[in-house]
């Protein structure tokens, strides 16, 4: 399996047993993986020390399956035995030297961060990625002070290494982090809690798409956002007005692709609807939707203002369920923030 260059990650998926009673954690990051989470974290705070090297083994086998790297919280012991990529420390933890001479120098090193003085500080004393939190207050580390985004904001003006927003970050507030400047989000209980993590998983990552596609300039030279807006409004009388100049867009790579007479659903021979690969905003991902509605649903945007754009076609919300999905598909979507 091909690895990319792991400071391109956009979702961290961190394991938290206690939230998914009854299935395993190895199911639970596989989908995670599988929804697009592209640097794993086994963080385990009750098991035992021979528990922990069983799990990080098996994720270790796991991740090299899906090319993603695998990070160990707090036990570098294990973090060498199994050959991970790397190790997360906490501000209280071994100082980041001494982590690096014994994890060697390709090792992936990550630090908390609390406050932009201790993202400097661990800037300067060689991390190669910071977490910045938690944004949100959260159960996960219950009783910590939330930083709340203006220290994202801070991050996104100052820090240079990669840096990732962590804590209580979830997909009805993810959009706001994403607003404060945030490129990479971090999510524990919202995706190894949720009944579909693969599900919210493409969620966040069509969200964080989103966000970096609404700056984007399209090939034409027009902003993703502007652009998509200008069609909107052509095509559809209007809908483009909703959104202000301004707020977060979303959009997606150029290029529509098929004919409409490729948009029947896929089936499968036993006539069961399958999984099949569309490129949403300029992202190959697995699907079951098998109309625009219900792609739109399984993203967790319904009731947003949007543009919806299939094999370069805006489709009329009044069009949506009747659009139908099929393999190879180019879907964009653009959702409004905010309004006014
Ligand atoms: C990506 C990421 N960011 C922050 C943390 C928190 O690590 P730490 O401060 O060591 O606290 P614990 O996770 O050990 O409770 C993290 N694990 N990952
Ligand atoms: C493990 C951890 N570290 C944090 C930090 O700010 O350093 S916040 C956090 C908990 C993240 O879990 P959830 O996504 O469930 O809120
Ligand atoms: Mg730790």
Redesign the pocket.
Known sequence: MERKNWRDFKL?A?TAANYHPGRSMLDVMEQAILGGADIV?L?S?DASKEEILEDARALRELTNQYGVPL?I??HIDIAIAVGADGA??????LPLAEARRMLGPDAII????HSLEQALAAERGGAD??????VYPTG??PGRTAVTTAYVREAAEHVRIPW?A??GIALGNVDEVLAAGATRI?A?SAIVGSASPADTCRSFRARIDAAAAAGAPRDDGRLYQAAAVEEAAETQGGIGGEAAAGELGSAASAGGRGAAGDEAAAIDQAGEPGPFELTLNGRRELTTAQSVEELVASLGLEGRSMVVELNGEIIARESWAAARLADGAVVELVHFVGGG
């Open positions: 961290y961190i974290q963080r705070k990070i919280n707090d997360h420390f906490g501000q209280d933890d990550g630090i908390s961060t990625y910071i977490g910045v939190g938690p996960t580390k990732v962590i804590g971090c524990v």
